[in-house]
């Protein structure tokens, strides 16, 4: 089976074909990968970051989200068979880093990772969707937003930023972000009211703003969080995508959590229109081992969606 994974630590991805069919179970369905797309997470599997909160089993196979077809069901599993379209997304670690999405094939319990793709919803764009969109939805909740009020969302453009502006300006906020000058477009399409320069001083910017949350989804320490969060009115909500918003009221650390629950959101979220998984580019399976620092580099608009077919 062919498969983009790591054979080490420190080790560059690589395109295997000797990999073994995956083994299922009787409360799990097998899926043949037809859409996946590329995550931040990706990057710090290869580089051994998740190593602190779980151990590696290799090869580890990369890649979290997946859209495809059930290529087999086990014999305790309801609502899913053979044919059915279906998407979702693998946690890093469970309880080892070691299975992705980044294969022909992979196995997974019924009902949990994974929900039917929902009609009218491109397989790629159902392969980009699931963690940012979780990882959105988790944060915009977290910082409870009101008509009328205004968030700074630290990382609009990227693929969580994309969505939660999209989210934050569907709930009645005004929404501020940060960004390069050649962003404006792109953001204000997304329902961004306000790009400021991302590179200037934010806090002259926003100088008579009041700003009443707060979604960083750049910082990866408390101390570049208290950046941020020290623009936002006292009492103001902060969330973090990447665990630095520490302690204290009104900060909240939140994750994506795959769960039939969350995938049910953003089922409805694709179906009403309400998201757009906007694909800033396209890459195919046998091209992802040399992709992944160009990547690291790049200038996100959106997401980088990854086909099998």
Known sequence: MRAIAVDSLGADPDLRDDLPEPGYGPGDVVVGVRASSINPVDLSIVSGMLRMVAEYEFPVVLGRDFAGTVETAGDQVAGFEPGDLV????????????????????????GQFAARVPAGIALEVAGAA?????????????????????????GATGGVGSVAVQLAASAGATVIGPARPGDEAYLRDLGVSRVIDRDGDLAESLRGVDVDALIDLVSY?????????????????????????????????????????????????????????PIQQTHKLDDLAGVLGEFSASHKQGKHAVTLD
């Open 87 to 110: 998407y979702g997304y693998i946690p890093p670690w469970g309880p080892a880093v070691h299975a992705g999405s980044w294969a022909e094939r992979i196995v997974l319990p019924a």
């Open 130 to 154: 699931p963690l940012v969109t979780i990882t959105a939805i988790e944060a915009v909740d977290a910082v409870r937003l009101s008509p009328g009020q205004t968030v700074l969302v630290v």
């Open 221 to 277: 320490t408390p101390d570049e969080f208290d950046a941020h969060a020290a623009l936002i009115k006292p009492g103001g909500r902060a969330a973090s995508a990447l665990r630095a918003a520490g302690e204290g009221p009104g900060r909240i650390n939140v994750s994506a959590a795959p769960t039939a629950e969350s995938l049910q959101r953003v089922s409805a979220l694709l179906t009403e229109g309400t998201v757009r998984i």
